[in-house]
């Protein structure tokens, strides 16, 4: 199991940037940011492949990058116009191969974005 380690979480006023990172004991396939609002589900935010190819949640496109560095097995989430809709908890997964069901995760890191 691969440890993943977050950090970056913090409180930002609206329309404000925050930098997610994470740095996983091994490498993986997918790397992907999770988050999850309180009484809602755990959604999806963007994910990237070993290749650099990247897909993002409708909600966060043109506004949230996705990157990873292989060597360093890193992979951060640059968040640009935050909203109060984006606080929540983000968690770090890592899947090994496409095959893949259920990620590794981290222990995630709160986002609070004030109006």
């Known amino acids: 199991q691969v440890q993943l380690v977050e950090s970056g979480g913090g409180l930002v006023q609206a329309g404000g940037s925050l930098r997610l990172s994470c740095t996983a004991s091994?490498?993986?396939?997918?790397m992907e940011w999770y988050r999850q609002a309180p009484g809602k589900q755990r959604e999806l935010v963007a994910r990237?492949?070993?290749?650099?190819?990247?897909t993002y949640a409708d909600s966060v496109k043109g506004r949230f990058t996705i990157t990873r560095d292989n060597a360093k097995r890193t992979v951060d989430l640059e968040m640009n116009s935050l909203k109060p809709e984006d606080t929540a908890v983000y968690y770090c997964?890592?899947?090994?191969?496409?095959?893949?069901?259920?990620?590794?995760w981290g222990q995630g890191t709160q986002v609070t974005v004030s109006s």
């Open positions: 091994e490498s993986r396939f997918s």
């Open positions: 997964a890592a899947r090994r191969s496409i095959l893949t069901s259920v990620p590794d």
């Open positions: 990237i492949i070993i290749s650099g190819t990247a």
